[in-house]
Structure formats: C-alpha cells, structure tokens
C-alpha cells in the first residue's frame, strides 16, 4: 500500500520540484528538444476517507482552442487523461487510487499526461507556456 508520503517523497527524489506545498507538488519534466513541461502531482481525499494522487498538466487557455478538436485527439491518442476546464485553461488530468498502488502503476500515467498535454500544447496552442 502507498501512502501520500511514500508518493511525495518518491516524486521529491526522482523530479525537478518547482513548488511544493506539502499536498501539492509541481515538477518540471524537461525534453530532449528543448521543450518543458509542468506536472501538478497532489494529494486528494475522496468521501472524507480514501486517498487518491492527482497528476494534471496545463496544455493552455480555453479561449485560444477548439475543444472540440482537442478532445477529439485526445480520445483518439491517449489511454490516459481525462480533459477539464479549470479556471481559463485546459488541463489533463489522471488520477490514482492510493490503496494498493505500486509506484509502477504512477510512473507510467505520470509520464503520459507530460507527453500528452506537451504534444496538445504544442499542437493546439503553438507553444511551450506550460
């Protein structure tokens, strides 16, 4: 069983901490070509009980795509990744139970929202901002 502590501390060793508020972790994922990308990695509690980690990543602003066309992509190119509005911006987001999760099971979807939301905002926003 993992625990928010073991996730944090793994992602605090493993990651580029950007910002850390203890629940809320943001990580820099860095590429090859330059490009970058912010992963929000934060601690939910679902029902007042069970713990659930959070991986998000910001693509860009609502206002500057069309969602339909995002989420057609999304739904035609990713196993992970649920598409939100937060605020004024699109956001990828995936999230985990704690109960039972094995660190292999958070690495993986971990590293798809990065590469996901990069190649969304590189395709859709024409840029690198988050």
Request: proline share 2%.
């Amino acid at each position: 069983m993992a625990t928010w502590d073991d996730i944090a501390a793994f992602v605090r060793s493993e990651y580029r901490v950007i910002e850390d508020t203890g629940d809320e972790i943001r990580i820099l994922i860095e590429y090859e070509d330059e490009r970058s990308q912010v992963i929000i990695v934060c601690r939910e509690v679902l029902d007042q009980r069970e713990e659930w980690v959070q991986i998000a990543s910001v693509c860009g602003l609502v206002s500057d795509v069309d969602l339909r066309l995002v989420l057609k992509e999304i739904g035609e190119t990713s196993v992970v990744c649920g598409a939100v509005i937060m605020g004024e911006h699109v956001v990828l987001r995936h999230s985990l139970p704690l109960l039972n999760l094995d660190i292999n099971e958070f690495l993986d979807p971990l590293q798809l929202v990065a590469d996901t939301a990069d190649q969304l905002e590189e395709t859709f926003f024409g840029g690198d901002g988050y």
